[in-house]
């Protein structure tokens, strides 16, 4: 097997310094990202957006709400609605 | 003994050739001006959210320098000041720059828009616009005022800063805008007295070169007048105080001075002492934003009225 001499060229330094400097910009716009996402999500900032249904917590706040009933309550069936039958 | 290269193809272009398509000089005064538009606004910012604005801003002027190289390549290579431009030096290809400029573009306004607001994000959006197409592409080569008009690209840089912040406009963001925009013709215009011969090479219609230098000295003048009173008035709002009144007044009488020696001078005194005092009144033209600009930085630290 021939051994072939390993020059480096000129062309290659330069390559280098562009893959080098792309590799830092790259790993440095991914911190960026990561810290701005830390800010906003412990500053509470609204994150929720449009997803093709409506969300409770995006809608404005109603101010009548619809009356609650009054006493608990429980789905039929479940030992929780017999006792309620069951009590006077 | 001959030596032989087996490709001289393109030349391959560093990493460093990619940041100088940015213009990293202009981009150190968007940088600087945005900052202390978005600091000195009344709505405080969180610091690490204020960082990456300020960025992103500086990134969108780089995209736009990178689109201005592009499509200049041919009056850069001509002119002695551009001509080792990465584009008409051959390191980096005219494609190359227009692709690197559409990218960061698009990259730049999505990121303001996530980090500040999106009324900044089309601020910026706006202004990258402004200084790629209406001034490069339709301006510079068409009218001597061009660098009036283009001036206001970088007049925005702290308007997007305070829009960062405050969501909107104000009457100090439109006055930080007023002390660039008409600060910049002077600043240029001197740069053209003495750097004349490269814009008639390139064909560039410099008001030096469509009207003479007897015009453009009067504009310099003309335009520290009206540069002035924009520079004052900034005191007497929320953002000024007595520190920074202190500081432009100083420093408008000294540019209002030096503008009176430039016109009082003919082309003969001129260039009997090498154009010493356009020289001079260029680059005191580059400390006064920056004093006006960091006098505002302090103000807003010694707190106002």
Known sequence: ?88 | MADTNAYEGPAEAGFGDYVALLKPRVMSLVVFTAFVGLWIAPVPMNPFVAFCSVLFIALGGGASGALNMWYDSDIDAVMKRTAGRPVPSGRVSRDDALAVGLALSGLSVMMLGLAANWFAAGFLAFTIFFYAVVYTIWLKRSTPQNIVIGGAAGAFPPMIGWACATGGIGLESLLMFALIFFWTPPHFWALALFMNNDYTKAGVPMLTVTHGRRVTRRHIFGYTLVLAPFAIWLAFTSVGGPFYLAVSAVLNVMFIAGGWQILRRSEEQAEADGYKVEKRYFRQSLYYTFLHFLALLVQHWMGGW
């Open chain 1, 1 to 88: 097997m021939v051994m072939l001499p390993r020059v480096e060229h000129e062309l290659h330094k330069r390559r280098r310094s562009r893959n080098i400097g792309l590799l830092v910009v790259l790993l440095a716009f991914a911190a960026l990202v990561f810290g701005l996402s830390i800010v906003k999500i412990t500053n509470g900032d609204m994150m929720e957006g449009f997803d093709h249904q409506p969300r409770a917590s995006v809608l404005p706040q109603d101010p009548n709400p619809p009356a609650k009933p009054a006493g608990p309550v429980a789905a039929p069936g479940t030992p929780g609605a017999r006792a309620l039958e069951e009590s006077p």
